[in-house]
């Protein structure tokens, strides 16, 4: 099992930034993707941003260039880190751990809105 713990949401103004963490504990030995998603009221959840065991990285399109994830090994923490939002990013966040079998793990989520 996997336990997987957001923080870092909240309101912010349109051309904003935010950090998006999230911490993973259990057994983290046996994830080989851990990623971000996010679900806009009256959509379906997407894929923000995702990072493999080897370090490569994969962003949906609507956010290249503005977003960023990165982990952290030692702290077995994830990061997203968000430029210049818009309030299109308006969703919650979720993070998502994928291990090599078995189904995936979801965190609780934490909220973004991106308003003036």
């Known amino acids: 099992q996997v336990q997987l713990v957001e923080s870092g949401g909240g309101l912010v103004q349109p051309g904003g930034s935010l950090r998006l963490s999230c911490a993973a504990s259990?057994?983290?030995?046996?994830?080989?993707?851990m990623g971000w998603y996010r679900q806009a009221p009256g959509k379906e959840r997407e894929l923000v941003a995702v990072?493999?065991?080897?370090?490569?990285?994969n962003y949906a399109d609507s956010v290249k260039g503005r977003f960023t994830i990165s982990r952290d090994n030692a702290k077995n923490r994830v990061y997203l880190q968000m430029n210049s939002l818009k309030p299109e990013d308006t969703a919650v966040y979720y993070c998502?751990?994928?291990?090599?079998?078995?189904?995936?793990?979801w965190g609780q989520g934490t909220q973004v809105t991106v308003s003036s």
């Open positions: 259990g057994s983290i030995f046996s994830i080989n993707a």
């Open positions: 990072i493999i065991v080897g370090g490569s990285t």
């Open positions: 998502n751990a994928s291990p090599l079998f078995g189904p995936d793990y």
